[in-house]
């Protein structure tokens, strides 16, 4: 039971069903190295007899989910009826900088590259082949 206690790695995959793993595991692995709707960490508590959502976040720096993925996650919880917040509890907002490549934690909204200092872009941009 103590590994309930813990936040579990999460990820929704493109046919929409929520996947887990715990927290330890890597998304992509989670994912079976697939592409994903959404990724990130979420907690369960009890609520009298069921078990509800009690911390959700987009915290996955294997696949750099944007904040707009929530609605993806909010489906998925649904569908197997557990009650959630209403958005991500924690956002992470990432960007991949256009001029090294490199992924990003964007902090403060301050939009430039930790790496060589370019300017960020304001839209997500992590998946270059959508």
Do not use: K
């Not at 103590?2 to 790695?9: C, H, I, N, V």
């Not at 995959?13 to 996947?19: H, R």
């Not at 907690?43 to 989910?65: I, K, L």
């Not at 060589?116 to 839209?123: F, I, Q, R, T, V």
């Amino acid at each position: 039971m103590a590994e309930l206690a813990e936040p579990f790695t999460f990820v929704v995959g493109v046919d929409g069903v929520l996947g887990l793993a715990p927290r330890r595991s890597e998304h992509v692995a989670c994912a079976g190295g697939e592409r994903v709707l959404s990724a990130g960490e979420i907690s369960f508590g009890r609520e009298a007899d069921r078990w509800t959502v009690s911390e959700v976040s987009n915290q996955s720096t294997g696949y750099c989910p944007d904040v707009t993925s929530w609605a993806e996650v909010a489906r998925a919880l649904d569908s197997v009826g557990l009650r959630r917040p209403s958005g991500f509890t924690h956002e992470v907002v990432f960007r991949r900088c256009p001029d090294c490549q490199e992924h990003n934690i964007v902090r403060e909204d301050h939009f430039v590259c930790v790496f060589c200092g370019s300017d960020l872009p304001a839209a997500w941009n992590v998946d270059t082949s959508a």
